[in-house]
Antibody
Framework: EVQLVESGGGLVQPGGSLRLSCAAS????????MNWVRQAPGKGLEWVSY????????YYADSVKGRFTISRDNPKNSLYLQMNSLRAEDTAVYYC??????????????WGQGTLVTVSS | AIQMTQSPSSLSASVGDRVTITCRAS??????LGWYQQSPGKAPKLLIY???NLHSGVPSRFSGSGYGTDFTLTISSLQPEDFATYYC?????????FGQGTKLEIK
């Protein structure tokens, strides 16, 4: 069974940092692209970042570029999102979501339950 | 970035009704579109990928169609568990972009 479990969320002051983790199980993690997607309270979904299976290709949304860093540790079956210079508008539930395994179907299929990040003084 | 415009933003319907939600891309995206269902407090669930392919375990009352810029999600006969919010997602290029969502409510 595919499982994605996020952790690391919490309350942080504006300008602060937080590191999110996503523990994957039930599939060959290194074969899959991964994504972070967020949802502000009462709002829609916003794609945040992508990383290829090897970690060699990375993309970011303009809203987080230069402040967030996505990474992965394949031997540990883990995905990360380092968030620096946090702003109030970064307040959201952050989901990790599994992407393509090279079969040509990139639509994220399995999602974690999410972890809430609140940026407030 | 490609803009995805969903309509309607909300919809009231009854159990057994047939409903259609549309998504329009600001430029052609071939068939690189997915649909998600999200219930309150839950993570999104993938319904359809590549415009018309049903994800594993998704009931056949859900279907998708379209190509290029105009896409539709159809639920043929609404069930109580279908009342939720639906999002389209273009996976044609980066940055990925979602539609703003359609909230499906019970009439």
């Amino acid at each position: 069974e595919v499982q994605l479990v996020e952790s690391g969320g919490g309350l942080v002051q504006p300008g602060g940092s937080l590191r999110l983790s996503c523990a994957a199980s039930g599939f060959t993690f290194s074969s899959y692209e991964m994504n972070w997607v967020r949802q502000a309270p009462g709002k829609g979904l916003e794609w945040v970042s992508y990383i290829s299976g090897s970690g060699s290709i990375i993309y970011y949304a303009d809203s987080v570029k230069g402040r967030f860093t996505i990474s992965r540790d394949n031997p540990k079956n883990s995905l990360y999102l380092q968030m620096n210079s946090l702003r109030a508008e970064d307040t959201a539930v952050y989901y990790c979501a599994r992407g393509d395994d090279g079969s040509g179907w990139p639509t994220p299929d399995y999602w974690g339950q999410g972890t809430l990040v609140t940026v407030s003084s | 970035a490609i803009q995805m415009t969903q309509s309607p933003s909300s919809l009231s319907a009854s159990v057994g009704d047939r409903v259609t939600i549309t998504c329009r891309a600001s430029q052609g995206i071939r068939d690189d579109l997915g649909w998600y269902q999200q219930s309150p407090g839950k993570a999104p669930k993938l319904l359809i990928y590549a415009t018309s392919n049903l994800h594993s375990g998704v009931p056949s009352r859900f279907s998708g169609s379209g190509y290029g810029t105009d896409f539709t999600l159809t639920i043929s006969s609404l069930q109580p568990e279908d009342f939720a919010t639906y999002y389209c997602l273009q996976d044609h290029n980066y940055p990925r972009t979602f539609g703003q969502g359609t909230k499906l409510e019970i009439k």
